[in-house]
Each structure stands twice: as C-alpha cells, then as structure tokens.
C-alpha cells in the first residue's frame, strides 16, 4: 500500500494523521524538549512527521508534518552512533 502524498496527508483530520503515522510511518528517533516532553519522528516516504506525547494521558496527542530537512536538527543530539 503506497503512502499518501504530503498534501493529502494534510488535508486529513489530525486523528487520522496520527493513526497513519503510527501504524505506516518508519520510527527514526525520539527526543526530549527542555520541559521533558517527549517527541518521536517519523518518516512517511516523502515527509517527516512529528509526533508529540502526552504523558500524563500516555498516547500521541499531536502531529506536525514537514518536507524540509530543517527542523531535523533538534533531534542531532539525541542520534547515537556506535563507535567505529
């Protein structure tokens, strides 16, 4: 089953994005903001998707989905590589 285009991803309803991230998207990491929320990132085949937790209600709570390379930054620190 070939995934949906970043338009027609965005023109779903959030709860839909976040059901088809999850189960269709490929886990690429996870990472911490400075009041310890938790953020996974997803790779839709020609988007990335960005997954926010809620941990008080333990499930994924938002998503923001993105083509540029940028804000893949953030999660630099968090990549472990082994050493060589």
């Known amino acids: ?3 949906l285009s970043f338009n027609a991803f ?3 309803r959030e709860k839909t994005q976040l059901t088809l991230t999850l189960m269709q998207g490929t886990f690429l ?5 400075e009041e310890g929320n938790r953020f996974s990132l997803y ?3 020609t ?6 937790y809620d941990d008080l209600i333990y499930q994924a709570h ?3 989905s993105f083509v540029s ?3 893949l930054e953030t999660y ?3 990549i472990r590589l082994p050493n060589l």
């Open 62 to 64: 938002r998503c923001h």
């Open 69 to 71: 390379t940028a804000p």
């Open 43 to 45: 790779y839709m085949d």
């Open 47 to 52: 988007f990335f998707v960005e997954v926010y």
């Open 29 to 33: 990491a996870k990472r911490f903001d």
């Open 76 to 78: 630099l620190a968090w």
């Open 1 to 3: 089953m070939a995934l």
């Open 10 to 12: 965005n023109q779903l």
